[in-house]
């Protein structure tokens, strides 16, 4: 199984993205998917998670301007991002598992990441 996320670029401050992750394979779906960021130099840490019936979290940073859905008809994760920031600025990666290890930051599943800058 392959995570593969795409959607990322370049955005001015106050711009949206929208960032998609599909798994690739025969994917059995994990309790929870979520996506991380990291930025350099610091920490990879989980910004927003979705479990199985569809309840969501985030982080407070970005409450109210993220949201993360999925499909799974299609197995594809969505992060739609608005009210970007110079600090939103990260590498963002897509993971898949347990809840306790993903919000632990140790997923079963990782994509390759994208990369979003906004300026």
């Known amino acids: 199984v392959q995570l593969v996320e795409s959607g990322g670029g370049s955005v001015q401050a106050g711009g949206s993205l929208r960032l998609s992750c599909v798994a690739l394979?025969?994917?059995?779906?994990?309790?929870?998917m979520a996506w991380f960021r990291q930025a350099p130099e610091t920490e990879r840490e989980w910004v927003a998670v979705?479990?199985?019936?569809?309840?969501?979290g985030y982080r407070d940073y970005v409450m109210g301007r993220f949201t993360i859905s999925k499909d799974n008809a299609t197995n594809t994760l969505y992060l739609q991002m608005n009210s970007l920031r110079p600090e939103d600025s990260a590498t963002y990666y897509c993971?898949?598992?347990?809840?306790?290890?993903?919000?632990?930051?140790?997923?079963?599943?990782w994509g390759q990441g994208t990369q979003v800058t906004v300026s």
């Open positions: 979705i479990t199985n019936d569809g309840t969501t």
């Open positions: 993971a898949a598992g347990e809840c306790v290890e993903v919000v632990g930051g140790r997923p079963e599943l």
């Open positions: 394979g025969v994917f059995y779906r994990r309790h929870c």
